[in-house]
């Protein structure tokens, strides 16, 4: 029986192997991982690594190939000659090269960086979205972004190619909790500390709001993963006049439920390559006032003034969004209710039917 499949993945687990990394492509392949056991596969994980390793994490391999910096591409190598089972590839930026009947998934648009050229856009679409759409069998989209702008360029392959699963949310565990009354009012920023996802945008607008909300706080509920993020954040948050209510915190995704549950308002301020962001899609859930930026997979699920704010990214734009918010109570309460209404349609058990359909009728166990 062959049941067997290989996701291959940048990286699961860090470089040398010992933690977990915390993201959402990364969650995104472990939640695929608990649907492939289930529907009895048998799964390997194969990434990047400083030097080789064999290791587990939640009884999956996870195999580790040496990966030496400007080479991803003779490690991608060594993967396809070393691994011989069905192959599921997690991301379309790790290779340009795709087994025949192999499956690969795209969690977003990643080349609309601002100060980008139109021909650094057109290296990237066509050397990593032009060859999944021809080799793969299928391109997985976690948003109707990609799909839109792939349809654009390439109309007759995205059509026949891609197809959108939405990210999803787990309702079980995201649902709005009763709190006790707080003293202060509180803005939640629950995303890496890249500049991608706009924690630049945050920085500019943290002093003036403080200033002027004396009962407001900002909560960063920050990952770990690069050190050099967080010791730029630690030294940022020392400078800053209001630091005693710059408050921060590294969770893991149990206990990302209470913090949300702390917060008046969650902000989402991606600046580029965001698909269908899984914080703010918990926030929804969790029935909180959303303050989205108009970028990437983010336009679909946030409709602006009715289930949150959708704004440009821009400092400006987000300090009058969040001013607004922070001055109009029911107005939280509003947005915060067609929110946790909009989550019920993104939750994990439609997620996991659609992809089981295309694993069921790709990887078959034959």
Not at 348 to 361: D, G, L, M, P, V
Request: contains cysteine; neutral net charge; charged residues 20%.
């Amino acid at each position: 029986m062959d049941n067997r499949i290989a996701i291959f993945v940048p990286n699961l687990l860090s470089w040398d192997g010992k933690e977990p990394v915390i993201g959402g492509l990364e969650r995104y392949v472990l939640a695929l991982a608990d649907l492939l056991t289930e529907m009895d596969y048998n799964i390997s994980f194969h990434q990047f690594s400083k030097k080789d390793f064999l290791s587990k994490y939640l009884d999956w391999p996870v195999h580790g190939y040496e990966t030496y910096p400007g080479q991803f591409h003779l490690t991608m190598e060594r993967m396809e000659k070393t691994v011989f089972d069905r192959v599921l590839y997690s991301s379309i930026v790790q290779q340009v090269k795709y087994r025949p009947g192999s499956i690969c998934i795209s969690h977003g648009v990643w080349w609309e960086a601002p100060g980008s050229s139109p021909n650094e856009a057109k290296k990237y679409y066509k050397n990593f979205v032009m060859p999944a759409l021809i080799q793969a069998v299928l391109v997985i989209s976690c948003d109707y972004n990609f799909l839109n702008v792939a349809r654009a360029i390439y109309p007759d392959l995205a059509n026949k190619k891609v197809r959108v699963i939405p990210n999803f949310v787990d309702l079980e565990l995201f649902q709005p909790q009763k709190y006790e009354e707080k003293q202060r009012l509180s803005i939640l920023y629950p995303r890496r500390l890249s500049s991608e996802r706009g924690f630049g945008l945050v920085k500019e607008i943290v002093a003036p709001l403080l200033r002027e909300f004396p009962n407001l706080e900002f909560q960063f509920a920050i990952d770990t993963n690069i050190s050099e993020n967080l010791n730029l954040f630690h030294v940022w948050r020392e400078k800053e006049t209001y630091k005693e209510r710059l408050l921060y915190c590294h969770p893991n995704f149990q206990e990302m439920p209470a913090v949300y549950a702390a917060a008046d308002i969650v902000v989402i301020p991606s600046l580029y390559s965001e698909g269908m962001s899984f914080s703010c899609l918990e926030a929804m859930a969790m029935g909180k006032a959303v303050v989205a930026t108009n970028v990437g997979g983010l336009t679909n699920i946030i409709i602006d003034g009715y289930n949150g704010l959708l704004i440009d990214p821009s400092s400006e734009t987000l300090y009058y969004a969040l001013r607004y918010l922070l001055n109009n109570p029911h107005e939280r309460s509003r947005l915060g209710l067609n929110a946790f209404s909009t989550a019920q349609a993104f939750s994990r058990k439609n997620w996991e039917a659609r992809w089981r359909f295309y694993i069921e009728n790709i990887y078959p166990i034959v």
